[in-house]
């Protein structure tokens, strides 16, 4: 049975890890008995993200790992909620298929995290978010019940799609303790080219946005970067200033070149080695303040440009996923200094924009100043129905009420 220490010795504790939903649904309702709410914890790649979580119990999930079964037929696939990105790309490379989610941060993250978190990253243009991607799961609720929500098969399901409530819940309406994922034919050739933007910003954004409407092509992936990101992700061209676009483009030799032809519309284009993906999602620092912000397709160049400035000037850097209209803003943050939580107060009040703000890591005495996404009173009454006493994750988005 896989154990973890918790504390140092002598002041540590030993524990069993659960391995199955039954033993994740005892420790749940033993938490609930003795009023020790749990943090739920996979990899522990991205507890620093969210609200802070205000319990010292931890649930880890370590030990919840594994494919279970694999439909090569169908596309579909399943497995244990602590199964690490890398595995599940090892194993369907081998058929020809893959996960088509590659959310950032490291593929040592695991399955369960990703879809909690409802985690996205490039791919999001062509693949969709998680929500897209998730059939079906096992959950354990906050009174140590364990539900399925979904299927193991493309949409036959009916009543309440608690599949889609359970991703980017954070863990406060159950554990996920397996999960059923759809799969995408991994395509034969998958290329990449940089386009640096003439003029403007602003006009290169709503140039690449109509192409993006236009072409026939459509590309796996299209991420504007701005000038600082490209110049840490060891591109050229984006000197003065200058974003450039990154375009991952997937499919058969034909298609592929057709889909080249079409993107040097937009101007110049150099061909990149696929795994600026890669740095791409694992690029920012620990600890790194990161804001979402959403836009219009009408008003994306105006924000990127606004936005991009005020980034760049405190040492940051950004980038947008033009097909979603999401503009993710990283800033480098030291630690706990008074200091530096005002100066990145002073960041977040200029990072505005007419859709949505998403704030995912800050340094924590600032959450308080930030509105919480899950507070509402129909938002209470979910979670209040799936745990009760509060028992999963406590705080993590919103407010102990
Ligand atoms: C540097 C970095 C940057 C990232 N940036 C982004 C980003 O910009 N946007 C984004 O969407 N994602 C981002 N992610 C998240 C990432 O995509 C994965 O979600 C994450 O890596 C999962 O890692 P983990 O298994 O270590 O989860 P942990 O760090 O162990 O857990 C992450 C969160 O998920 C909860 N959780 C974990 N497992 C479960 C489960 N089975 N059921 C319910 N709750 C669970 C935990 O309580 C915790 O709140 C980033 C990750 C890293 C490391």
Redesign the pocket.
Same mark, same amino acid.
């Given at each position: 049975m896989a154990r973890r220490t918790i504390g140092t010795p002598p002041l540590s504790v030993t524990l069993a890890l659960p391995e199955s939903a039954e033993a994740v649904a005892a420790r749940v309702r033993d938490a609930r008995a003795g009023r020790t709410p749990l +943090? #739920? *914890?996979?990899? =522990?790649?991205? $507890?620093?993200?969210?609200r802070p979580?205000h319990t010292a119990g931890e649930l880890s $999930?370590a030990a /919840?790992r594994g494919v279970t079964e694999y439909e090569r037929g169908d596309f579909t696939i399943t497995m244990r909620?602590?199964t690490? $990105?890398a595995e599940i790309d090892a194993v369907t490379a081998r058929e020809g298929q893959w996960l088509a989610l590659q959310?950032?941060?490291?593929a040592?993250? *695991? #399955?369960?995290? &990703?879809?909690? *978190?409802?985690?996205?990253?490039p791919l999001a243009s062509a693949y969709g978010t998680p929500r897209d991607q998730l059939l079906g799961c096992e959950?354990v609720t906050g009174v140590g019940e364990v539900i399925r929500a979904g299927g193991r098969v493309v949409k036959n399901v009916a009543g309440f799609d608690l599949t889609r409530l359970?991703t980017g819940?954070?863990? *406060?309406l159950?554990? #996920? &303790?397996d999960v059923t994922l759809r799969l995408r034919a991994r395509p034969e050739v998958d290329r990449t080219l940089v386009v640096v933007a003439e003029g403007g910003a602003d006009a290169f954004c709503s140039a690449a946005w109509q192409w993006l409407r236009a072409s026939p092509y459509a590309p796996l992936a299209a991420e504007l970067c701005s000038a600082a990101l490209a110049t840490r992700l060891g591109l050229e061209g984006g000197g003065e200033g200058r974003p450039l676009l990154l375009v991952r483009l997937g499919g058969n030799e034909a298609f592929v070149r057709a889909a080249e032809e079409s993107v040097a519309a937009l101007g110049a284009t150099t061909e990149v080695s696929a795994d600026v993906w890669a740095r791409l +999602? &694992? $690029?920012?620092?620990?600890g790194?303040t990161?804001v +979402?912000l959403g836009a219009l397709p009408s008003t994306l160049g105006a924000v990127w440009s606004a936005v991009s400035d005020v980034v760049e000037r405190s040492g940051g850097w950004t980038h947008a996923t033009l097909e979603r209209g999401v503009i +993710?803003c990283?800033v480098p943050t030291a630690d706990g200094t008074q200091e530096e939580s005002a100066r990145i107060r002073g960041i977040i009040d200029q990072l505005n924009a007419p859709g949505s703000r998403v704030v995912? =890591?800050l340094p924590a005495p600032l959450w308080e100043a930030i509105a919480a996404p899950a507070g509402d009173r129909l938002s209470s009454a979910v979670r209040r129905t799936f745990d009760p006493d509060g028992v /999963?994750?406590p705080g #993590?988005l919103a407010p102990l009420s």
């Open positions: +943090r #739920i *914890t996979a990899a =522990r790649q991205w $507890l620093d993200a969210g979580c $999930l /919840l909620a602590a690490p $990105l959310p950032f941060g490291s040592d993250g *695991t #399955i369960g995290a &990703t879809i909690a *978190t409802a985690s996205w990253g959950v359970m819940a954070w863990g *406060t159950g554990v #996920i &303790t +999602r &694992t $690029l920012e620092p620990a790194s990161v +979402r +993710r990283v995912e =890591r /999963l994750n #993590i």
